[in-house]
Nanobody, 126 residues
Framework: QVQLVESGGGLVQAGGSLRLSCAAS???????MGWFRQAPGKEREFVAG????????LYADSVNGRFTISRDNAKNTEYLQMNSLKPEDTANYYC????????????????????WGQGTQVTVSS
């Protein structure tokens, strides 16, 4: 079993930056990972994904060019650097990981992920 713990959320003004972290524990970790978010009254949506190798990344159109996903496999941790934040980025952000190994695969659908964190709240004020 894998446990995912997010950190780094908070309140920031529009135009500001935040860096989210997701630490994985529980077993040897060789999985693709991703970030999703859910705003009040809306469905959870894909934000960014990264392969285990770190070579391949994908972003939602709404965050492309402003957010950067990365990972440090030595620390079993992934990151989401969020710049130029907008009020519409306000949401609960979730870390996700796949169960099975794939060196270069990147995944965008919720049902492609097996493990989820509890979420960290990001609030962007105007």
């Amino acid at each position: 079993q894998v446990q995912l713990v997010e950190s780094g959320g908070g309140l920031v003004q529009a135009g500001g930056s935040l860096r989210l972290s997701c630490a994985a524990s529980g077993r040897t970790f060789r999985n693709a990972m991703g970030w999703f978010r859910q705003a009040p009254g809306k469905e959870r949506e894909f934000v960014a994904g990264i392969s285990w190798s770190g070579i391949n990344t994908l972003y939602a159109d709404s965050v492309n060019g402003r957010f950067t996903i990365s990972r440090d496999n030595a620390k079993n941790t992934e990151y989401l650097q969020m710049n130029s934040l907008k009020p519409e980025d306000t949401a609960n952000y979730y870390c996700a990981a796949r169960k099975y190994y794939s060196k270069n695969g990147v995944y965008t659908a919720e049902d492609q992920y097996d493990y989820w964190g509890q979420g960290t709240q990001v609030t962007v004020s105007s």
